[in-house]
């Protein structure tokens, strides 16, 4: 089917089964290949972007379902004002990524958070990003570029 | 990785036909190729005649292979021979040329390089093959990169010599200008690279002096593809995208062995966007326009396996067959020194432990995956090529091409932690199967599932310890017994006659055979059950269990004594152990002289790998229901000279999160041949609630730099153990801790 969605304040074209999770239709169609494939079932958070400034899992939410909708992924993240580009430049600060895979994802739940909690305790941090897998199990350092964010946006 | 020492009788073999670390194989020229001079090797009889291929690349296979290029933006590129997955190889090779070279390093590039391995060889394991591996990329490169970048260096003053008229003594290099301070002239490196492109190279370049490192060693949490990492525009293999390209998955046996019998392909080519089905060697792909009709596809396909040469058993089953050969006294011999069984016959006490690993998987985040084009009469495979060479020759024999007709793009991968250094190149003989399949009409993609990627196997194998160890009555150890038994990860691939010995592989007996505490009676069992299941190495491969034995042994041998576990450790290392200076800066950063906190209960192992020494000292805690939480782990290293703090700390950081998800909850179990777990749901990989702080302490060290990416595994799991028999009384021999 054909459908129109809005993706980084973007009208974008999609001609795509209505049962194509956004994952791929971002990935695939639109060509923002930022958004990563992890497991499918919501279970890693690679794939995570957001809705209408909500953190969703785009590998379980079918595209179709999101017209009218602002779709907003880390290739348009830094766009979207002082929360994100405070994310971003501390996770290059604090040197979190290693292979890297899995930061876009974990970044756009970092924003989600600061968007509205801007003094996160460690716990609030735990609750917020447990949905995100590091396999090289940077999250320390997460931890640290959370607080050090906050601590720019105060 | 495996251990490159290990490797010696390779070096013996490959000295008398390959450049090793010689001066040959620093035998550094260069040449320009397009507009950029490149510094790399060649071969002595080739000087003059180093050939351009279309692209700027030099062709496969050729005489002369580049370590460094600058352009004339002054821009350094490093071609790297280790590839990255994570580990930040490539800003490692990155600091030794800027080093060297006396550049920024935000003006340096790094691509990765393969398919020539007589340059690209890795030097810490004979210079033979290209391979990441065995946490040696620092070794490797540890001369290689830094004498390119000096040679470089030296090249550029020469130029500018010539240029200026003065004596090349005269001049100094910084910031990626040559200095000539008594004229006060300047020359950025791209002004001078086509005077210095027909120069002759040194044959001696001298390295600069530690104290003169301005970047070696410099604690700075600058990393070259930090950026690119935060806001999504680091490309994965998985990002590939090429013009035609078809996208497909693969239908594996459920059970290890089992193979395609036939396939009915009905539904699966009825799901829009599928274009072909096609039965390959290792299972049946479905080739579809785009990735989600290649997973409906895939979901859709109706495959019949023939089971008869699979797995059949379950892991409880292997586990109680292995429990049985433990207790005989079978086994090849792999360490045997002074009388054990005398000794323990006299005991007056003794401990016996039986020790149970599962299989665990590598589960990196991006699943496997490849791409192939054939493009006239050129193969191009792209991925992570950690063992290229062997990808190269297997893929050209499928695709009817010589191995100089491949083009290797070596991607950054979302992780690896072994998984993607397979002998016999997995995922990259699947995709070029599947794209011979279709005549290589298009380019192929195959991406396997999360699903396809868990149930695959080459897992960490499975293994049994039975240890029994004697006390005589004055509380010391007074005879070893230890029988080891799990499958063998070398058996049946080229490393089976590079570098097991009398059937015995050394992958699954480091870290017991060679420890170093002073048992003068001992004597070590190892035996190799076989199994369909494929099995690998998985990040410090076999000091994942032979480390938590040892280190949680010595604990209970602490305990039944009376001893305090630093101070046995400190007993019985020899005076010039390196774990000895390790171990005591864990404990005093810990402050384990004094009582622990309330509420906290401690543990500690040191273990050597890789030639890397780490001590660690877990911190844990009773959590309301009745559960174990890991607070905090105190952790020294010794790997020698640091060449990046930053990148040690890091390693070291994730290594121990890395050894802990497997301690507490990692466990792919079998069931009629086949494992329960397929995602992250069933597979339970740490996440950040149970992330404990990590506080790391590096030794100052003027040795050669070993590597850090797989030493900080091994200790984290026993120290936790030791901790957790702290609070609870009881000893943990069944991993994972966490029952499902």
Known sequence: ?154 | MFNGRKLSALDVVDAAQTPTLSRRQFLLGATLIGSALMVGCRMEASDADAPVAAGGKPAAGSPFEAYIAIAADGIVTVYSSQFDMGQNSYHGLATLVAEELDVALDNVRVEGRAGNPKWYGNLAMGGAFQLTGGSSSMPSSWERYRKAGAAARELLKQAAAKQWKVVIGELSTANGEVIHAGSDRRAPYGSLIAAAAPLPVPGEVALKDAKAWTLIGKDATSRIDARAKSDGSQDYTIDIQLPGMLVATIAHSPRFGGKPKSFDATAAKAVPGVVEVVQISRGVAVVANNTWAAIKGREALQVTWDDSGAETRSSDAMFTEYEALAKQEGGKVALKRGDAAGKLAKAAKTIEATYRFPYLAHAALEPLNAVIHKDGDRLHIHGGLQMPDAVQGACAQIAGVKPDQVDLHVMKTGGGFGRRAVADCDVFVEATEIAKAINFRAPVKLQWTREADMGGGRYRPLHVHRVRVGLDADGNVSGWQHHIVGQSIMAGTPFEGMMMKDGIDPTSTEGVVDTPYALPDIDVRMTHPASPVPVLWWRSVGHTHTAYVMQTLLDEIASATGKDPVALRLALLPADARERAVLSLAAEKAGWSQPVAAGRYRGVAVHQSFGSFVATVAEVSKTADGGIRVERCVVASDCGIVINPDIVRAQIEGGTGFGLSAMLGERIALENGAPTASNYDAYRVLRIDAMPTVEVHMLPSTASPTGIGECAVPPIGPAVANAIFQATGKRVRDLPFLEA
Request: charged letters at 15%; glycine letters at 10%; a negative charge.
């Open chain 1, 1 to 154: 089917m054909a459908f129109e969605l809005t993706i980084n304040g973007k009208a974008v074209p999609v001609d795509a089964p209505d049962d194509m999770p956004l994952l791929w239709v971002l990935r695939d169609i639109a060509g923002l290949t930022g958004t990563k494939y992890g497991c499918g079932m919501a279970q890693c958070g690679a794939c995570t972007v957001h809705v209408a400034g909500q953190p969703i899992r785009s590998c379980v939410t079918p595209a179709s379902a999101l017209v009218g909708q602002p779709i907003t992924t880390i290739e348009g993240a830094g766009a979207t004002g002082p929360v994100a580009k405070a994310v971003q430049d501390a996770w290059v600060a604090g040197a979190v990524a290693q292979c890297g895979y899995c930061q876009s994802g974990q970044i756009m739940s970092a924003i989600a958070l600061l968007d509205t909690n801007r003094s996160p305790s460690d716990d609030d941090i735990d609750a917020a990003m447990a949905g995100n897998l590091c396999r090289c199990a940077t999250y320390q350092r997460i931890r640290a570029a959370i607080k050090a964010a906050a601590t720019a946006l105060a």
